[in-house]
């Protein structure tokens, strides 16, 4: 299957949608609300797609630095667990550990949230200001597989450093792109 990119479906400016998910490393339930009052990362990923693999260093730096610099992150896994095991509760839970992901990582069994947000892709990503209005939506980088390009984080770090500044998100947004996300049918 080809890859697919972000949508943009979700425009800039537009409220967090709400959800409350388990968390599959701590089995608390976490939502939108638990972030009042700080910039909020949403980010689509699972376990099993190989642009999220890529990724998953970056993934776990951008975890730990969240809580260092005073944004919140989740990671939110919405595949469908029966078509592809290595995407459900047990596997996330292994993966997070693994990865070092420092940030609840939440398991989308109805997949209500990644319908909510318009996400098309792993890694997809979302990130919401202090106001939890969409500020950006696209890449993490230029690096995709086999491309030769190093895994920085660049596009996303700067969207953080400018909404983290009270500044607009540096223009144009260049989509993700990933995996599709696995839909049940």
């Known amino acids: ?31 939108r609300d ?5 910039p909020l990362l949403v980010a689509f990923i699972c376990n099993h797609c190989p642009f999220v693999k890529h990724i998953r260093t970056e993934l776990a730096a951008l975890s730990r630095d969240a809580a ?36 609840p990582y939440l398991h989308d069994a109805d ?12 890694p997809d990503f979302f990130l919401f200001d202090r106001a939890h209005r ?4 696209g890449q993490l980088d230029d ?3 086999n491309n030769g390009q190093p895994v920085t984080g660049a596009s996303l770090r700067a969207a953080i450093d400018a909404v983290l500044a009270g500044r607009p998100c ?3 947004q260049r989509p993700s792109i990933g995996c599709s996300i696995k839909w049940k049918s």
């Open 34 to 38: 638990d972030f009042a009052g700080m």
């Open 143 to 145: 690096s995709r597989p």
């Open 170 to 172: 540096p223009t144009p």
């Open 1 to 31: 299957m080809p890859p697919l990119e972000s949508t943009f479906k979700l425009a800039t400016g537009s409220p967090c949608p709400a959800f409350r998910l388990r968390d599959v490393v701590s089995g608390r339930m976490v939502g």
């Open 111 to 122: 997949q209500s949230v990644a319908r909510a947000f318009d996400a098309a892709c792993t």
């Open 134 to 137: 969409l500020a950006y939506a």
């Open 68 to 103: 260092a610099r005073g944004w919140a992150c989740v990671y939110v896994c919405s595949n469908d667990e029966a078509k592809y095991p290595a995407d459900g509760p047990d596997a996330m839970t292994a993966e997070a550990a693994d990865a070092g992901y420092a940030c």
